[in-house]
Each structure stands twice: as structure tokens, then as C-alpha cells.
């Protein structure tokens, strides 16, 4: 494991990778982890999805959260950001601006790991928080991600200007949620499924019986879908 060189989002980023530093091409994958995790809480999930010609990138979260936890935004009751429950914001609804850092942040990683190594495909995957910020930047036609997997996460009143506004390339989503999360609740997973489907996505929906957390089936249900599936339809 190594770090890469701090990307203009200012983002400190564990790399794993068997290519050399030289080599293009191949898979980029980026893992975002869930609120008040340590900022390598998605390595070892990097290294179950490790494989020959892929670079995974496990970026922390910009603020510290309880001693070496990091966050993407504050959980306050003024910092929160909103859940979309319905295809429409709240109308009293404004951007939250911890989400738009935490956006512009992860738009730089992509797009310093794109300048680096010129993957020929790039993905993004996130857990709970993590899951939630996958959706936001997956939607965004600059984002340009082939596969964006959201496990145990909602959509962002914020990401619904994204989803109704979708580029000329669509990603395929993976969304997986336990039945029994009492984090994020399953019918967050549910909307998500259900939103992404109703705008025109490829949705592959895995709920499972368990709770907040990444199983094993999940993670060889991920790793299916990020290295096995049919390749993203445009």
C-alpha cells in the first residue's frame, strides 16, 4: 500500500495497486468510507477486491470526527444534509456546502487519478456516508464513472439536481442494503433502488439480511459487479 500524491482536492488517499507506478490503463476503483470511520477503513476492502491490472483508491474523509475518525459532512442538526424521499427537494431546500466540498474533493480525485494512470475504467463505491457521496458524484455527467455501487446509503436531496439532469453516459449502479440496518434505514436503500430505476438506470439491487455493514456476500456481489458484469451501456 502506498499514498498517492495529495490531488487538488486536498484528500489524503491510500493506494493499492500491483501495477507499477509507469503502467496505464486497467481498473480504478475508489472506495468512500462511512461517517467517523479512520480514514484506511476501506483498505481492507481494497485489498479483497485487488486483482491484477486494477488500482484501488481509498481516499479519507476531509474532517476529523471522534480522535482518528474522518467524515465527508458533519451530522449536526444545522450540518446534516437532507435525504430525498421523493423525486423533488424539500422547497425550502438549499445546497449544503460541507456535500459540494466533499463533491468538488472527490471530482478532483477522479480526476487526478484519470491525468496519472489512464484507466480504461473507473468506478466508484462507498459505504453508508461514503455510499451517499458515490451517488452524488456518480450522477454528475463530469464525473464520467463507468460503475457506482452504494451500499447501505440513501440519495441526497442534494444529488437530485444531478439525477434529472443525467450526461450522454449513464453508469451502471449497484445498490445493496441490509434489511435490518438501524443506521440507515433499508427503505433508504429501497428509494434509492426505486429513484435510480424511475430516471432510466441499470440498477442491480442486492438487499440482504443483515444490518450496517458489508458482508461477504455483498463484497463478492461487488466485485461481480465491478469486474464480471456486462460492460455499462451508454
Known amino acids: 500500500m502506498s499514498s498517492a500524491p495529495t490531488p487538488p482536492g486536498g484528500l489524503q488517499v491510500a493506494v493499492l495497486s500491483t501495477m507499477t507506478e509507469e503502467e496505464h490503463g486497467g481498473h480504478a476503483v475508489v472506495l468512500l468510507h462511512g461517517w467517523g470511520a479512520p480514514g484506511d477503513d476501506m483498505v481492507p476492502l481494497g485489498r479483497a477486491l485487488i486483482r491484477p491490472g486494477t488500482r484501488v483508491f ?59 494512470f489512464v484507466p480504461d475504467t473507473v468506478s466508484l463505491a462507498g459505504f453508508s456516508q461514503g455510499a451517499m457521496l458515490a451517488l452524488d458524484v456518480g450522477l454528475l455527467a463530469e464525473a464520467g464513472v463507468d460503475r457506482v455501487a452504494a451500499l447501505s446509503g440513501v440519495v441526497l436531496a442534494d444529488s437530485l439536481a444531478a439525477l434529472h439532469a443525467p450526461g450522454p453516459r449513464r453508469p451502471r449502479f449497484l445498490v445493496a442494503h441490509g434489511r435490518h440496518d438501524e443506521q440507515v434505514p433499508f427503505a433508504g436503500g429501497e428509494q434509492a433502488h426505486d429513484l435510480l430505476v424511475r430516471h432510466g438506470y441499470d440498477v442491480a439491487w442486492r438487499p440482504f439480511d443483515g444490518g450496517h455493514d458489508i458482508p461477504g456476500q455483498i463484497v463478492t456481489a461487488l466485485d461481480t459487479f465491478l469486474f464480471d458484469d456486462p460492460p455499462t451501456r451508454d
Open 58 to 116: 481509498a481516499p479519507a474523509g476531509p474532517l476529523p470526527e471522534f480522535g482518528d475518525g474522518r467524515a465527508w459532512w458533519r451530522l449536526g442538526p444545522d450540518e446534516r444534509p437532507a435525504w430525498a424521499w421523493d423525486d423533488q427537494p424539500p422547497a425550502d431546500h438549499r445546497p449544503n456546502q460541507l456535500v459540494t466540498a466533499a463533491r468538488e474533493a472527490v471530482l478532483a480525485l477522479l480526476a487526478t487519478v484519470r491525468e496519472q
